[in-house]
């Protein structure tokens, strides 16, 4: 397992059409829903990440990687690979990929539980996937020792 570096991570639900977006707090504990960029040519995107790499001071990039039930990689995630390799050439960052089977699923579920409309889910969807994807990537991380610890600290 990558030790992932100290700061704030970046993850990424990739699609064709849409990228959902969260990050993670500095201690990486904990990810938010950050927002959905719709595709766009590779300079304007390239332009976008390094303006948020910078505001944000992230330290790394976490990409879904959409995968077959049986875990094997599908063309889906040959394509979220290539962008990894093309945000890692663009920002200089590291790149992690992480497993991001269900997000989509769990994060519709989600909204439709908060009883929003068609629309507003829609609106939420691809952030709320990227920050499930990443929540899941960070608690994989943690060590088990420094996960349990005294809840008065």
């Given at each position: 397992m990558t030790?992932?570096?100290?700061?704030?991570?970046?993850?990424?639900?990739?699609?064709?059409?849409?990228?959902?977006?969260?990050?993670?707090?500095?201690?990486?504990?904990?990810?938010?829903?950050?927002d959905i960029l719709q595709r766009q040519p590779q300079e304007v995107e390239a332009r976008y990440f390094r303006k948020l790499v910078k505001q944000e001071e992230v330290k790394g990039i976490v990409v879904g990687l959409p995968v077959h039930l049986d875990g094997r990689e599908s063309q889906k995630s040959q394509e979220a690979r290539a962008y990894g390799k093309w945000l890692e050439e663009t920002t200089g960052l590291p790149i992690y990929y992480f497993d991001e089977r269900f997000t989509s699923v769990q994060a519709e579920q989600i909204l439709m539980d908060a009883q929003l409309t068609k629309k507003k889910r829609q609106a939420r969807l691809d952030k709320l996937a990227a920050s499930l994807m990443l929540q899941a990537y960070l608690d994989s991380q943690q060590d088990e020792q420094a996960s349990i610890q005294p809840l008065d600290d």
């Open positions: 030790s992932r570096p100290k700061g704030p991570l970046l993850g990424i639900d990739f699609g064709t059409v849409r990228l959902g977006l969260a990050i993670c707090d500095r201690n990486g504990r904990l990810s938010s829903p950050l």
